[in-house]
């Protein structure tokens, strides 16, 4: 897409754009040939600890992969995925049920699915992880992931999710559990999906 020319000039890693309106959620996305770099490198890659919003490596852009997983920090100014936190209250879903996310090739908006707080590796929880970071699986297994992030998500938003629907996964951390106690290595994960053809990107909130 020509808009986003720019930033594949400064930064020939760019593979789309990011925006939640009414949100500090406005940024081209990166992507490495690992998940480490852009933790701690900027969109220009100077070295920062506020890192980029960046795509995961196993991602590939023309077709999309069944799940495009987004990462980026949770910073205190409210800037890269901060505002993801707020996911957490049903009234702020209320007011940004959709997501923009375009590839260089092109547009999307997305419909928020779902909302979930997980642990982000095995070592935080007795070996279990729960895997929000497939690009490919069965249809089955598919089937089962779209089952157990409707029992995980802190509200229904009464959006469907099919097995042959495309999905947005956002992440970034979080440092709260259950009754305020704080959890070392939480995740906080928004899932989205493509609006399909000939479907209205307005959700009924």
Known sequence: LCEYAVYYYQNPQTIGYIRIPGTKVDYPVAQADNNKYYLNHDFYGKTTSYGAVFASYKNTWSPLNRNTLLYGHNMEDGSRFAALLNYK????????????????????????????????????????????????????????????????????????????????????????GDEGKKIEDGRLIVVARKVRPGESPEVNT
């Open 89 to 176: 209250n049903l009234d702020f879903y209320k007011k940004h049920p959709t997501i923009e996310f375009d590839t260089l090739y092109e547009k999307h908006t997305w419909k928020i699915v779902a909302c979930y707080i997980t642990n982000g590796s095995t070592e935080s929880d007795n070996g279990y992880f729960f895997d929000f970071t497939f690009n490919h699986c069965s249809d089955a297994c598919y089937e089962e992931y779209i089952e157990e992030i409707k029992k995980r998500s802190i509200y229904d938003t009464g959006v469907d999710l099919l097995p042959t629907d495309t999905i947005l996964t956002l992440c970034t951390c979080t440092y709260e």
